[in-house]
């Protein structure tokens, strides 16, 4: 039984190499140029316009004595650099060659710089031979933090090392074999020397516990096989220092024999490096690392003998790292034009308003100026002295000024959106251009009427300038007001406009309001446009009855006048005056004033629940009356005439047809004589 102080895993090597290359970590190389390979070029240089892609093509050929294998690229490289198809494993022979393309593709103008990788498996193969102590203690878990046994830890290691060996795929493979120890003549080749990974695994798999530890002789029996071979590397997984095997041999004797072998000794052992009893053995143990050019690991856990493994593999790789240095530019046009936006506010259509441009190129390339990019496609805005414009190549930092006006031929908001993509490599160079056509135009309703109550009177509202089709006027929206008790709107307006020339067909009154004696109506006209090539015609007439009214005359005034959005803007000459003929229809007004209108006196106030009024009439001689029913606006519901006998009279009005209100009734005498009595319906 072997003196437990946890497992050691000892890998020795020996590879001769001839390696000129700026140094790497791990054995590997970094260079541009070697004994193996050559690169034709060993460096590219890209410069180039914005937006172009370029490509060049990279030579590599093997220089060398032997076949090179796994040659490989880059797979991806830093934009705006690519590969255009990487190598991933290409095998070379003798004085062969192969090539790889790189492209520089920037999308902006810039200088960037980067480096191509080529990696080479230029080292000749090795023998390997993995050396496992089998004692019974390797039975034992890795330690009290990992209860995984020795053993299992030992073959999984060496499992994964055989994977990371024959990873890669080479034209002369390395050969591997496995070898066990423990105690006195138990050295076994277990698989002698063989590049079938296969049988390697399945004989790593077939170790079995025996008694004892003879370290000293495992070794220097595995360096005596590995003497005869090129490149020799011995692997061997022990847990105890050296026990029970007499003085066959001895520490100094087995690293004497590994030195004699030309062999390196890479020792891991699963120990704890802490433990003060175990300080011997370490020491041993990194007596025949170093005194042979190898290296000591030590572990007390399966992550930790992985990790040792992996940093041995490491080490036996000799992977060559070639760089091959990049540089590009890519120029390009970035024509600029400010301001970026131009708002020239309102202008009178005739007029104009003009502001200064400037057209700069500030990339680092001429870039071509074009009309289309500088001329509006609205013809509403223009370039003051187009021929005078500065077109053609601009070279960088070069520049030149216009003049770009608005001219207004139409109303409302004019919009220019213009785009200059002079390069891909920028953002486009947009101009915004902005402007407001107006117009004012004048009406006119000042007529001036007189005529009697139940009289239609037509009230003129005439345009006094002419409207052009193309001011796209699709709406007209007025309002009238006039005194309440003197008109009434019978009716809707009524068109005297020639109907070919104006197609606002659609004419109503949507809205009526009123205050104590005031009237106010709402209109509007609506169609597909308004058109009057000519001035001073008549855009409609208003047409309203006259009331039986409490005023003798009254104006009529546009309150307000609104063509489509406010534009043309309009200016008003008003107003219109309504009068009552005085000679004949003075007596036959209601009341005085309107505000008695809306005071019942309610000495004549007759409520009722039915659908009849009765009125009562005391009539001191026989006389013919006429009996009417008005409303708050004067306006007549019913009229009829009655007889009236000496004494009290009954006249029956019917209700059915009056919504709930105020209302007049009027009692007229044959003698002339007025009585007036307010009602009100509920």
Known sequence: MATRFTGIFIAVMSIALSVQAIAGGNNTGVSTQSTWLT?????????????????????????????????????TLQKPFNINGSIKSKTLGVSESTSVSVCFDATKPLFAQDTLHVFADVRDPFNLAMLFDVSNSMGDPVSNKDKTTRLTAAKSAGNKFLDAIYKSVRTTPDTCAVFSFAGTNTFTVNRDFTTNKQLLSTSIASLILHNGTCLYNGVSLSSKRLAVRKNPVLVVLSDGANNGCGAVDTENSCIQDAINAGVKVYVIGIVDITDRNEQ????????????????????????????????????????????????????????????????????????????????????????????????????NFVIANQSELQLGLLQPDSSFSYQVCFRPTRLRTHLWNGSQILNPCYTAS????????????????????????????PIPIQLLNAVPQEYGVDSVRFTVAYNSTLLDTATVPVSTYNASANTLSTIRLYSTRFSTDTMFVDYLLKGTSLLQPTPDSTLLNLQYKMLSPSVMQSQLTLTNIQFADGNPKVGIIQPAIVRVDPTCFQDKRLFGTASLRLSPQTSYLVQSQTPTLSIDYTATTLTEATVSLYNLLGKNIQTTTEVFEVGTNTKHLSLHTLTPGSYYVTILHTSGTVLTVPITVY
């Open 39 to 75: 690169f034709s070029p060993d460096s590219l240089v890209f410069d180039t316009t914005c937006g172009v892609r370029v490509c060049k093509t990279v030579t590599i050929k093997n220089i060398s004595p032997k076949i090179i294998d796994n040659i490989r690229t880059d797979s």
């Open 280 to 379: 011997s053995y370490i020491s041993i143990l990194r007596n025949i690392a170093t005194k042979t050019g190898g290296k000591l690991y030590t572990a007390v856990t399966t992550a930790e003998i992985d990790a040792a493994y992996a940093d041995i593999i490491a080490r036996l790789g000799a992977e060559e790292e070639f760089i091959i240095p990049m540089s590009g530019k890519a120029s390009g046009a970035n024509i600029k034009i400010t301001p970026a936006s131009i708002a020239f506010d309102s202008v009178k259509i005739g007029d104009e308003r003009c502001a200064t441009v400037t057209v700069k190129n500030m990339g680092t390339a001429a870039g071509n100026v074009t009309p289309d990019m500088l001329i509006p496609a609205n013809n």
């Open 430 to 457: 947009q101009q915004m251009l902005q402007g407001v056509g107006y117009d004012s135009i004048v009406v006119r309703m000042n007529t001036d009427v007189t005529a009697k109550p139940s009289d239609f009177l």
